[in-house]
């Protein structure tokens, strides 16, 4: 298999995810960072203490985009366009934007993106945009697969109330407030400073951007703002301890889907029927199914 031949013979790229609701404008903003990743690393971009010696300027060569894109749950088929956004990208030899569709699985990702990432990094490419689904609140996988996880929401995108939700916006780290040309931007900020200031203090708190994706405006503030965190984790070395855990996560991932092979071998064969007889008739109930199949 081509990944397990090539998937540590290189360095592993530095990841950024971007995730958010459907219309938040993710794929301009990628299309956007592009041209800010092209340019490097920015040169001292941490505060004192977090590591901003480890992020001195340095080149990035090649950048690559993996778009993720919803299936449809009846025909199974993808319209794969993120790239349409991303188009005047297309012929720069120095970036590689590839579209992979879910397959219908849930939390903003195909099943594909990590071996995706190592593969580009295999291939000496230093930074991957890992662009997620807009699927709303579900869509927090993505931060088992990103070094930085950047939350792009929208003016008026909800109140307080919703700001202090838990699932996606506690995966954050940086926080991207998109379309801020719109009214509602001071609202939207204060809303999330407020989540910010209720949540439990840690060594990193998420900083909050302003953009405007369609007009090019605070996309370099944004990349700064993915930087820092890059020599905050550089600097504590929790880049290392977070791609550990998502290399057991993954592991787990990978144990789970032997299993369900097992198991389909079961449901395929004459006991899981007897065992559903059963059930139908009241002498056994699930868990003693379970456990007479799987032989507990």
């Keep these: 298999m081509a990944v397990a031949e090539l998937a540590y013979r290189g360095d592993m790229p530095y990841t950024l995810g971007l995730t958010g609701a459907p219309g938040a404008g993710k794929s301009t903003l990628t299309d956007g960072l592009i041209t800010a990743v092209r340019g490097g690393w920015p040169a001292a971009v941490g505060s004192e203490g977090s590591g901003a010696s480890e992020a001195e300027a340095e080149a990035v060569p090649q950048v690559a985009v993996l778009a993720v894109d919803p299936t449809s749950p009846f025909s199974g088929g993808a319209i794969l366009g993120d790239r349409v956004r991303m188009s005047q990208h297309a012929l720069d030899p120095t970036v590689f934007i590839r579209s992979m569709a879910t397959r219908g699985h849930l939390g903003g990702l195909s099943l594909a993106v990590p071996d995706a990432v190592r593969l580009l990094g295999a291939a000496g ?28 929401v929208t003016p008026g995108w909800g109140d307080s109330m919703q700001a202090n939700k838990a699932g996606l916006l506690e995966v954050a780290d940086v926080f991207v407030i998109n379309k801020a040309d719109r009214p509602g931007v001071r609202e939207a900020r204060r809303d999330l400073e407020q989540m910010l ?26 990349w700064m703002a ?33 299993t369900e092979v097992h198991i389909d071998e079961l449901v395929a064969g004459e006991e899981f029927s007897s065992s559903v007889k059963a059930l139908v008739a009241g002498e056994l109930d699930p868990y003693q199914a379970a456990d007479r199949l799987l032989g507990n």
Excluded: F, K, N
């Excluded at 200031?197 to 503030?221: F, H, K, N, Q, Y």
């Excluded at 791609?243 to 996560?249: E, G």
């Design 125 to 152: 490419i230093g930074v991957v945009i890992v662009e997620t689904v807009g699927v709303g609140q579900m869509e927090v996988e993505i931060a088992s697969a990103a070094d930085t996880t950047a939350v792009v």
């Design 197 to 222: 200031d209720l949540a439990r203090p840690g060594a990193w708190r998420p900083e909050i951007i302003d953009t405007t994706a369609t007009a090019a405006e605070g996309v370099s503030e944004l």
């Design 226 to 258: 993915v930087a820092r965190h890059r020599a905050h984790l550089l600097g504590s070395g929790q880049l290392t301890v977070r791609r550990a855990d998502r290399l057991a996560l993954e592991l787990r991932r990978v144990l789970l889907a032997r």
